[in-house]
């Protein structure tokens, strides 16, 4: 029987006690993976950091060249991680994103007008963090905690919170990292449930 490939990428995800039952179904995504990562960190907000700063500290323990992340309460397809791999290698990025859907629709919802679009930097938008990463670019704009408030409801010119994920995009974009879009479904975003919108103040 031959083995998992196993690639230069850390998965890490940030986790809150309430969700632990959502925790094993993103915990078994990763084990299913058609490559294996070199780590899964998972760390456990239990003083309510808020997830910017939770996810920070997987951030910072990673030694990969790239880091990969996963929210908790979501999902990868099978070959979301070798899908990613393969793309940032091949283009050089500093970040590539796939694309996504709705548990409940099978859409993205409000982003849907950007699916399998190029990314451009003239068409800010954002990209929901279920994507991979260089760690030395991440760590570099400071992660995503760095110059963002978790208790802030600030939102975009759509009316949509602007949150860590459109941060530290922003970040990189003004940092001139290259991002580059996978135009392929590779995970799910499940919305049977409450969001929290990484705020501590919401669990």
Known sequence: MSSKRVIDVTVCTAHIPPRGSYLSRAVMSVASQTVSPKEHLISVDYNKLGQ????????????????????????????????????????????????????????????????????????????????????????????????????????????FRIGSDRNITRKMVDAGFVIKHMPKVTWIYHDRHARTNGMPSRW
């Open 52 to 159: 910017p700063a939770n996810l920070d500290r997987c951030v910072w323990s990673a030694k990969t060249k790239y880091v990969a992340i996963l929210d908790d309460d979501d999902e990868m397809l099978p070959d979301h991680l070798e899908s990613l791999y393969d793309h940032i290698e091949s283009t050089g990025a500093d970040l590539v994103y796939p694309w996504f859907m709705f548990e409940t629709s099978g859409n993205a919802g409000h982003l849907e007008e950007f699916a399998f679009k190029d990314w451009s930097n003239d068409d800010f938008h954002t990209i929901p963090i279920t994507w991979m990463a260089r760690t030395d670019v991440v760590k570099s704009v400071g992660g995503f905690s760095g110059g963002f408030d978790p208790h802030s409801f600030n939102v975009d010119e759509k009316g």
